[in-house]
């Protein structure tokens, strides 16, 4: 198989002694095994066979489906196909004794057609589009047309993963699992979202168009800030197209598949997406001030709660911010709202991303005021929360203001009607990232800070049976709620432990195998992480901030314009083993700090030399704290 933009080609190759069929059915569609009521749907649908004089067949049709995993209601595919192999029969049929019915079968009725051919090898063409079976055909025909070769389509794809992707970084090592492992994780991070300008069948706009956002709550942390830096064009395309999904459906997403909002896990995080790529001065075509308007409505309107999920009926999961009542009114979330530490944490975040834009636009009464309300996530903390000999931890809270009696290692199902999504309290607790130094007040001071990240890391402390294949640790790597965490030693000043956890948990969690993640790729946000712990820095999404760790090996990234980002690195010992700074160069100064800003090293290009060792030098111990620009003792 191979395609293009909008068609695909297929290669069927039978047995010399059989007969050769090839059978398209309309109503398959993805079911699932969970009972949680995501599974697509078939709706209807319909086939229509033309022949010519050659007896080479083509197909036309559409097929409707609807639900899935965002609960979207109907949607439409068109699809024209030719077969370049003359047939010996044909038939097409809605009838269910036609194809044999399964589990697919929803309405239990199948629609298709079966195509035999006396060849053993038969290739097909298929278009496919959102507005109709012309647009389809047009596509098929422009985009592979007769006479076509399978393998010329295969190169020229391959062509374009070499020279859009894979040439974005040179890496600079011959260790071949490595390579294997670093442009594998590119790949499986660059095969979503979809862009689909031209193809919207919901309303026409100049803007892009970017479909199969699958979802802003995993991706903003690592997978945006990559694709900016790797991608600017296709970052700034789907930016506007966020901006302009809000212009016509209300919302902006945090999640969104077949040209419909939904779900959001706990906030409105194309919030972060957006303040990330504003404080790094991304510009282009963006209309900054329509992009601040559609953050306000996710910061001030709360959504009706007219697309019911059963499985969290209390309020909208589809698009905005549903417990926003309670934020507005309590300054925090209560148990009113499924997910609400979650939903608590993520506003946050959320608020702290309109502060950033809203400040760098001059609007000085909203940034005071989001500001504020990005530190509400401190109404959740209760002081006498313990677990493992700490104290204090992000809790549920009722309506009357009184904490919910919780184990801070326990979070029920961890899933979509509890109060924490994916991750424990523990976890939950080291999340504000925009205000750490008041978090690590919170918890006692910098010693005890580490401390409690250690034990997050240690073997065997978490409850029984959670993370047995990872050591049954507190951190859980299979979920990108954590993604963070084991870099905030940067915080405390200790950026060797960072180094030291985040190496550990790539190098066991992650190889270039068909189980070589930790958890679902989550539209790439796995491979992502990876990829920044192999460059050796951390973004800090909604801020110009980025943590320096250790790089796997040198390379050079090609930033756009004729500016690249050289990393090198100068190891001694063994290499695997030589993972500590000695010592860095940002741009040929002597740098001591264990972070840097978008403007060193990413807006005009620049250099990072590396020294690196076995042992831990003490390097960046007397250097400046990374930013906690929510903090008071730090924005003073």
Request: with cysteine; glycine share 8%; charged share 20%.
């Amino acid at each position: 198989m191979a395609a293009t933009e909008h068609a695909g080609m297929f290669s069927y190759q039978f047995p010399e002694d059989s007969q050769a069929n090839v059978v398209v059915n309309v109503s398959h569609f993805l079911s699932s095994s969970r009972g949680l009521g995501t599974e697509q749907r078939y709706v209807n649908g319909s086939i229509t066979i033309h022949h010519n004089n050659h007896h080479r067949p083509s197909y036309t049709g559409s097929a409707s489906y609807n639900n899935g995993w965002n609960l979207a209601p109907d949607w439409t595919i068109y699809f024209c196909g030719h077969f370049d192999s003359p047939i010996t029969n044909d038939f097409s049929s809605a009838s269910p004794s036609i194809f044999r019915r399964g589990p697919h079968d929803f309405n239990n009725r199948t629609v298709g057609a079966t195509f035999s051919f006396a060849d053993c090898n038969v290739t097909s063409r298929v278009g496919v589009s959102w507005i109709s079976i012309a647009k389809a055909c047009r596509f098929v025909d422009d985009e592979i047309p007769t006479g076509s070769s399978i393998d010329e389509l295969a190169a020229a794809a391959k062509n374009n993963w070499n020279t859009q992707i894979f040439s974005k970084i040179r890496a600079e090592t011959k260790d071949s699992e490595k390579l294997e492992l670093f442009y594998s994780s590119l790949y499986g991070m660059n095969l979503m979202p979809s862009n689909r300008t031209g193809e919207n069948p919901l309303w026409e706009s100049s803007e892009p168009y970017y479909d199969d956002i699958v979802t802003l709550w995993d991706l903003f942390r690592s997978a945006t800030p990559l694709i900016q830096i790797l991608q600017p064009v296709a970052y700034e395309e789907e930016i506007r197209s966020m901006i302009d999904i809000w212009r016509h459906d209300g919302y902006m997403p945090d999640g969104r598949s077949s040209n419909f909002n939904g779900r959001t896990q706990g906030g409105s995080n194309a919030d972060n997406v957006l303040a990330d790529a504003y404080v790094k001065g991304v510009v282009g075509r963006i209309d900054w001030s329509d992009g601040y308007k559609a953050m306000v409505k996710d910061a001030e309107v709360p959504p009706p709660n007219n697309h019911v999920d059963p499985a969290a009926p209390d309020s909208l999961d589809k698009e905005g911010r549903s417990a926003l009542p309670d934020w507005l009114a309590l300054h925090y979330v209560s148990t009113k709202y499924t997910r609400s530490v979650t939903r608590a944490v993520e506003y946050s975040a959320n608020d702290f991303a309109l502060y950033q834009v809203a400040k760098g636009m001059g609007k000085t009464e909203d940034a005071a005021k989001y500001l504020n309300r990005s530190r509400n996530w401190r109404n959740h903390w209760d002081p006498n929360a313990t677990a493992l000999g700490f104290s204090g931890f992000v809790m549920p809270r009722n309506e009357d203001g009184s904490f919910v009696k919780q184990d801070p290692l326990s979070c029920g199902g961890c899933y979509w009607s509890n109060a924490y999504y994916e991750a424990l309290p523990w976890e939950y607790t080291f999340n504000p990232i925009h205000d750490m130094a008041t978090l690590i007040d919170y918890m006692g001071g910098t010693e005890q800070f580490i401390d409690r990240l250690n034990v997050t890391f240690e073997r065997n402390k978490g409850p029984k049976g959670r993370t047995v294949a990872f050591g049954n640790t507190i951190f859980d790597p299979t979920n990108e709620v954590t993604f963070m965490t084991p870099y905030l030693y940067h915080y405390a000043g200790r950026q060797d432990l960072s180094v030291r956890t985040a190496r550990n948990l790539a190098e066991k969690n992650f190889n270039p195998g068909k189980s070589g993640l930790p958890g679902n790729s989550d539209s790439g946000a796995m491979q992502s992480w990876l990829l920044w712990n192999m460059i050796g820095l951390y973004p800090v999404t909604g801020q110009t901030t980025f943590l320096i760790g250790s790089p796997w090996f040198g390379m050079t990234i090609d930033l756009g314009h004729g500016k690249t980002l050289k990393i090198t690195t100068s190891q001694g010992g063994n290499d695997a083993a030589a993972i500590y700074v000695q010592s860095l160069r940002v741009n040929g100064r002597k740098w001591n700090k264990n972070w840097l800003e978008w403007n060193d090293v990413f807006a005009n290009g620049g250099t990072l030399d590396f020294d690196l060792a076995e042992e831990p030098s003490g390097w960046s111990l007397d250097g400046e704290l990374p930013p906690s620009p929510a903090s008071e003792r730090q924005c003073l």
